[in-house]
């Protein structure tokens, strides 16, 4: 018999689909508001100058070889990254409480840090709680790893903000030592963050039940433009001494999609569980990648170990994240004082990072693809970084028809 007839075809991933369908579209006006990543004013990817000029700095190192990196990555990076995402003076980074493995992107993180609990946690109730909705790709990773998931209401589309009442009450239902993943900044797909209130309340009743948090940190930076402000949430969690793990991602603050470059952070209650960690975690990293990718891990140490530098990638994610903060005003305006669109706006200069959820229905959505070649996903969720002056006012237009 004719092999692997049993194979049933799988579907494309949406947002891969709507790209190409953007790709094919002839119209010149077409907008694509579906891609998670970042784009200038003219719509073009942004190297940042600063990633630039460690390249240069790079390619001209007589001692740079292509041998392998260690099983849990460059030091130098990997120590750096946990100062910056838990701050330098950490007690946890002090005290040697901070187990760091580089991984293939935060995807690699997340799924390093899925296959570590899967083996290794104290399950009570074996699930990870995510947001509904969130980064599709959690409905995949975990389960891939051993882990089924359940959802914790997160979006209210009444509000178009956060589902906070509802959200505290899964956390308070859930059995005792269950984990829950949580975006640590800039939440994807909704722009919807709780506020510092709202995380002091999410980490009291953690610790009530001895829940552990998993911390999904891809946009960093990004968000508000601030690197410290964006790991409050983390970093106050560490105060607190929930327990926790870190997913950290350099795709969009460093604008370094493709060189797959993240790292794994799990906080111990001690040094010595930390180093039992690390053990098991390089037995994972082993079995999976052997070593992790040595460019993008390079450039970032650099940038991330030198002063000089490390100031420039801030003026660039100051930016990244200006602009996209000034599409969203210009985005507000447009809506609420020319057009005079009806409904409430105000959610577009509420919500932060590259994602807004825009509250229209899956039809309005449909509508702005056919009608206007305006391309972004059925859940009505629009990147941020795909508008810019050239193309805001066509699309604030075509919205505004949409949902009159
Ligand atoms: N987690 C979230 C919430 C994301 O939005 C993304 C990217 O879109 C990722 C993780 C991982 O991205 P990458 O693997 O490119 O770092």
Redesign the pocket.
Known sequence: AERWTEVPLAPPDAIFKLTAAFKADTYPNKVNLGV?AYRDDNDKPWVLPVVKKATDILVKDPALDHEYLPITGLPEFTSAAARLIFGSDSPVIAEERVTSVQT?????A?HLGALFLSRFYGWNDKRVYVSDP??V?HHQIFPLAGIPVSTYPYYDPQTIGLAFGPFLETLKNAAPRSVFLL?ACAH?PTGVDPTREQWGQIADVLLEKGHFAFF?C??QGFASGDLDNDAWAVREFVRRNVPLLV?Q????NAGL?GE?V?ALHVVSPSKEAAVRIKSQLSVLARSEISNPPAHGARLVSLILNNSELFEEWKRDIRTMAGRIIDMRKELHRLLTEELKTPGNWDHIVNQIGMFSFTGISPAQSQALVEKAHIYLTANGRISMAGLNSHNIRYFAESLDKAVR
């Open positions: 998670g293939i992107s935060g995807t690699g997340n969130t980064w790709n975006h994807n999904d891809a946009y997913c991602s350099f795709a969009k999609y797959r993240g």
